[in-house]
């Protein structure tokens, strides 16, 4: 059974990192194609995707946001990271994670059940 | 960034209706188009893949089509458990998008 799950620090002031993991069973991201992709929702708003990382390491970026974020993953490849750095009020939002298949890059067939991020002073 | 246009943004329908959400793309993505149910506690299943390829364990009475811009998610006959959001997502160019959404209610 595949299951992920997102954890982050509920609550944090503008212009801090949010540091955020997805830990994840039932995959090993070291299998050939798999990947983990970030995708946020801000309350009532649609998905937005934000950053992947693939098996090998490669790692992709929403170019809207490419320069406040830095994906990785753990080398037992069962967690996956993301950072997002000098946030402010608009990153409030739920985070997802979830997982591709290889050969379907962007197709999540797997998610998380979300972890919920404040922005507030 | 190809922008994906659901349409309608709420649909009130009874159940055993049969219903259809469309999305267009602004540009053409090869029937690289994928479908997403959320439900209020935030729950997100896959339901659809390549325009028409169910996901595993999704009930038959979901079924997509389309090509170009143009695509569609119809739903049979509306079980209790149908009404919630339902998102498209286009992954034929980078970065992949979604569209705004569309909230299947009870009527």
């Known amino acids: 059974q595949v299951t992920l799950r997102e954890s982050g620090p509920g609550m944090l002031q503008p212009s801090k990192t949010l540091s955020l993991t997805c830990s994840f069973s039932?995959?090993?991201?070291?299998?050939?194609?798999?990947?983990v992709s970030w995708i946020r929702q801000p309350s009532g708003k649609s998905l937005e995707w934000l950053a992947a990382?693939?098996?090998?390491?490669?790692?992709y970026y929403n170019p809207s946001l490419k320069s406040r974020l830095t994906v990785s993953k753990d080398t037992s490849n069962t967690q996956v990271f993301l950072k997002i750095t000098s946030v402010d009020i608009a990153d409030t939002a739920t985070y997802y994670c979830?997982?591709?298949?290889?050969?379907?890059?962007?197709?999540?067939?797997?998610w998380g059940q979300g972890a919920s991020v404040t922005v507030s002073s | 960034d190809i922008q994906m246009t659901q349409s309608p943004s709420s649909l009130p329908a009874s159940l055993g209706e049969r219903v259809t959400i469309s999305c267009r793309a602004s540009?053409?993505?090869?029937?690289?188009l994928n479908w997403y149910q959320q439900k209020p506690d935030g729950t997100i299943k896959p339901l659809i893949y390549?325009?028409?390829n169910l996901q595993s364990g999704v009930p038959s009475r979901f079924s997509g089509s389309g090509s170009g811009t143009d695509y569609s998610l119809t739903i049979s006959r509306l079980e209790p458990e149908d009404f919630a959001m339902y998102y498209c997502?286009?992954?034929?160019?980078?970065?992949?998008?979604f569209g705004a959404g569309t909230k299947l209610e009870l009527k």
């Open positions: 979830a997982r591709s298949l290889p050969g379907y890059y962007y197709v999540m067939d797997a």
């Open positions: 039932g995959f090993s991201l070291s299998t050939s194609g798999m990947v």
């Open positions: 990382i693939d098996w090998d390491g490669d790692k």
């Open positions: 540009q053409g993505i090869s029937n690289n």
């Open positions: 390549y325009t028409s």
């Open positions: 997502q286009q992954d034929a160019s980078f970065p992949n998008t």
